[in-house]
């Protein structure tokens, strides 16, 4: 047994040792890869069982993601002030302890509350993570390390709808939760006696004001978003929040771009090529992860499947994704881009333009194949789109795009959401007027919903056309 004393950053590590200390990142990593995919399939039993709205509730997701997006640049610089290790076990321990309140919560609010905890501990467990797998790894074996991380890549998101159906279905939604416990504790353990001792760096000045305004105005527009409108009417305090957010998001930007040491390196920005692929990026989050929300609810609520059906369907997405990725990355090499964008985004959209089709006699089959098919454009597009994205940023920016590019990920997604769910709740109140406090949603504002969504993918499809088919090395 090798102790962790024996185990150094800088030695010459025999591939089987680091077995055990992978072990413990991979755990707490999937833990909170489990997690962020299991919320959409409990959503509908969690409206029930906690008396509240989906419009409501869609902040355990959101406020989420927001929380996620806080931290996740603050991992490098966390990971450096306390060490790589400790900064990993502490905010495994976070993950956990906050799992456990989820659990426990009475109400939506206090739900949403705990999953804002959540997100800020799993915000920063994953970039840590992989960057103790990336440095442990021994010269000339770290691309087959890096590579067992796509384990708990592929297996999460395919089986965390599977796990959550089943256990809100035969047990109760509590234990999506307080699964991550025994996860976290073995992780603990493993962590504890297996992960190297990583020394303490000298830290850059932290952007405090970056730290204040940027979760500020996400959340204000988020919130705005959201309560733009009380079905038919306008509401002041939606549109407050949304243009004092705007505001606020201005002066995030004006900062982070005179910053020193910005939070999040917008400077990125100066490469036309980063802006056009990073643009089409945010579009494929915007229609494919906004939209995953929902299909869940139209399952369950209008085919009339249990949690554990729709988790089955749901998982069938990460199979095809999981799939074409590797395709996708062959294809790159050799055609760029421009084909694997137009395509991914192209049948994107077609597939959800066969969601709202969907109406209580769609066949089984049919609701499966347009499911495979999101997966399928998502495994062409998705991450082929980050390495151009990375491919195309400033040399100078490159160890600061990927915070970026992942904070930025969660943010618009969390738009995404508020925005689509608010217009669900405007449509259902065009089908029932009379009706203008929707609580329960019409099959045919669904549709409409999809429809919204297959347009986005539609312009991100187009636009992508735009995108240089390969990025000359910077």
């Known amino acids: 047994m090798m102790s962790k004393d024996t185990l150094s950053l800088d030695s010459e590590i025999r591939l089987g040792a680091l077995i055990r200390p992978l072990i413990a990142i991979v755990l707490g990593m999937m833990m909170v890869m489990l997690d962020s995919t299991a919320m959409n399939v409990a959503i509908p039993k969690l409206t029930h069982d906690l008396e509240t709205t989906f419009a409501t509730l869609q902040w355990t997701i959101t406020g989420y993601m927001l929380a ?53 501990a799993g915000g920063m467990v994953q970039p840590i ?27 999460a998101p395919a089986s965390g709808p599977v796990i959550s159906g089943w256990l809100v279905e035969f047990v109760t939604w509590h234990w999506i939760f307080l699964i991550n416990v025994p996860i976290g504790i073995l992780a603990l353990v493993l962590g504890i006696k297996f992960l190297p001792v990583t020394e303490k760096k000298e830290t850059l000045a932290l952007d405090i004001p970056g730290m204040i305004l940027g979760p500020l105005s996400f959340v204000s527009i988020t919130y705005g978003i959201t309560h733009i409108s009380d079905g038919l009417r306008m509401n002041t305090m939606g549109l407050t929040a949304l243009i004092g957010g705007g505001i606020v998001l201005t002066l995030f930007i004006i900062n982070e771009l005179k910053h020193k040491h910005p939070l999040l390196e917008l400077r990125a920005f100066s490469s036309a090529d980063f802006r056009k692929g990073i643009t089409v990026s945010w579009i494929q989050y915007m229609a494919l992860n906004g939209s995953l929300v929902f299909i869940p609810q139209y399952l369950q609520l209008f085919k009339g499947y249990g949690p554990l059906t729709t988790g089955l369907i749901m998982s069938v997405m990460a199979i095809t994704s999981g799939v074409l990725m590797p395709i996708g990355g062959k294809i790159y090499d050799y055609l760029g881009i421009r084909p694997l964008a137009f395509s991914g985004l192209s049948i994107i959209a077609i597939a959800l ?38 491919q195309s940023a400033p040399s100078s920016l490159i160890s600061r795009v990927t915070p970026l590019t992942s904070a930025a990920s969660s943010i618009v997604i969390s738009f995404a959401i508020a925005g689509l769910t608010s217009f669900l709740t405007y449509r259902s109140s065009v089908y029932d007027s009379d009706n203008n406090q929707v609580e329960l949603f019409s099959i045919g504002a669904f549709g409409d919903t999809f429809v919204l969504a297959a347009c986005i993918a539609a312009i991100g499809a187009l636009l992508s056309l735009r995108i240089r088919k390969k990025v000359n090395s910077n």
């Open 129 to 155: 993570g992989m960057a103790m797998v990336f440095r442990i790894a021994p010269e000339g074996k770290k691309g087959q390390v890096m590579g067992l991380l796509g384990i708990p890549m592929l297996l």
């Open 68 to 120: 996620m997006s806080a931290t996740i640049p603050l991992a490098g610089w966390i990971s450096d002030r306390l060490g790589a290790s400790k900064a990993f076990l502490i905010t495994v321990v976070l993950f956990s302890l906050s799992s456990l309140l989820c659990s426990f919560a009475q109400t939506a609010e206090q739900l949403i509350a705990f999953r804002v905890i959540q997100g800020l």
């Open 353 to 390: 333009l066969n969601l709202s089709n969907l109406d209580m006699d769609s066949s089984l089959p049919f609701v499966v194949f347009s499911i495979a098919l999101l997966g399928m454009g998502m495994g062409l597009c998705m991450m082929s789109l980050n390495t151009f994205i990375l």
